[in-house]
Nanobody
Framework: QVQLAESGGGLVQAGGSLRLSCTAS????????MSWFRQAPGKEREFVVG????????NSADSVKGRFTISRDNAKNTVYLQMSSLKPEDTAVYYC?????????????????WGQGTTVTVSS
């Protein structure tokens, strides 16, 4: 069984940066597509950014392009989300997800494993 554990959330001022980590246990996820989703208060969970399990290509939601970057360290079985130029509207619980195929689709239903989430709060 795969378990995902996010960390790195916290409170940051608008314009600041934060790096989230997602560490997997139970299985090596080097060939899995890995993505970050987020859910703001009162809103549905949405795709943020994903990375392919085959060639490390990434895709991002328009709202975070140029500000958020996903990367992975397969030796550590960890995926990172580097967030910069943060805005109050980025406030949400951020979830890591893994898909047992290489392409990081944007739909939640494609993902097999989920973490418990880490909270990011951006103050204005």
């Amino acid at each position: 069984q795969v378990q995902l554990a996010e960390s790195g959330g916290g409170l940051v001022q608008a314009g600041g940066s934060l790096r989230l980590s997602c560490t997997a246990s139970g299985r090596t996820l080097s060939r899995y597509a890995m993505s970050w989703f987020r859910q703001a208060p009162g809103k549905e969970r949405e795709f943020v950014v994903g990375i392919s399990g085959s060639d490390d290509r990434t895709n991002s939601a328009d709202s975070v392009k140029g500000r958020f970057t996903i990367s992975r360290d397969n030796a550590k079985n960890t995926v990172y989300l580097q967030m910069s130029s943060l805005k109050p509207e980025d406030t949400a619980v951020y979830y890591c997800a893994a898909r047992g195929q290489s392409f990081p689709y944007t739909g939640q239903g494609w993902y097999d494993y989920w973490g418990q989430g880490t909270t990011v709060t951006v103050s204005s």
